[in-house]
């Protein structure tokens, strides 16, 4: 069974940094590229960024541009994403999921993050 | 402001049909295909039509995809209370080189 727990999630204020990790089994991990998706409360879905099975290839939204590093390690089936330079905007619950690879086949149960002094 | 343009909401009854746009331009989903992914109520996105039509295995039959041109549509059959969800498109973007998703569609079955 494919499963997907992200962690690290909390509150942090204005100007921080947070490290999320998505902890993956139940699949060859290091055969899939990986995406994070975000949803602010009671907004919509947002793609936030998408890393490549080697890592070779790494893509993300223009809202979290230069502030954001996302990163895998295949050895340890983990998917992680690094969060800096935060803002109020940033709140919201962040999503791990499965690139398939034309739609997100599986997420997680998501990991809520929220930025407020 | 969403890439993809998706109607806020549907209603219909338990039983009826309804369909649920999702327009974009040439840029995402007239050159790629389209993913839809229906959220219940505090929960998780979960795939619901991938490659404009595919229906993933055990999600049931009353749930299809189309797409011509630069729009695509979700449409569900016999509704059930339990289908009161928000439902979202989702397709990569070429020119910004990343995934787009729709505003997303709130469901009401009455």
């Known amino acids: 069974e494919v499963q997907l727990v992200e962690s690290g999630g909390g509150l942090v204020k204005p100007g921080g940094s947070l490290r999320l990790s998505c902890a993956a089994s139940g699949f060859t991990f290091s055969s899939y590229s990986m995406n994070w998706v975000r949803q602010a409360p009671g907004k919509g879905l947002e793609w936030v960024s998408s890393i490549s099975s080697s890592s070779s290839y790494i893509y993300y939204a223009d809202s979290v541009k230069g502030r954001f590093t996302i990163s895998r390690d295949n050895a340890k089936n983990s998917l992680y994403l690094q969060m800096n330079s935060l803002r109020a905007e940033d709140t919201a619950v962040y999503y791990c999921a499965r690139d398939a690879p034309t739609d997100f086949d599986y997420w997680g149960q998501g990991t809520l993050v929220t930025v407020s002094s | 402001q969403s890439v993809l343009t998706q109607p806020p909401s549907v209603s219909a009854a338990p039983g009826q049909k309804v369909t649920i746009s999702c327009s974009g331009s040439s840029s995402n989903i007239g050159n790629n295909y389209v993913s839809w992914y229906q959220q219940l109520p505090g929960t998780a996105p979960k795939l619901l039509i991938y490659?404009?039509?595919k229906r993933p295995s055990g999600i049931p039959d009353r749930f299809s995809g189309s797409k011509s041109g630069t729009s695509a549509t979700l449409g569900i059959t016999g509704l059930q209370t339990g289908d009161e969800a928000d439902y979202y498109c989702g397709t990569w973007d070429s020119s910004l080189s990343g995934v787009v998703f729709g505003g997303g569609t709130k469901l009401t079955v009455l």
């Open positions: 490659d404009n039509n």
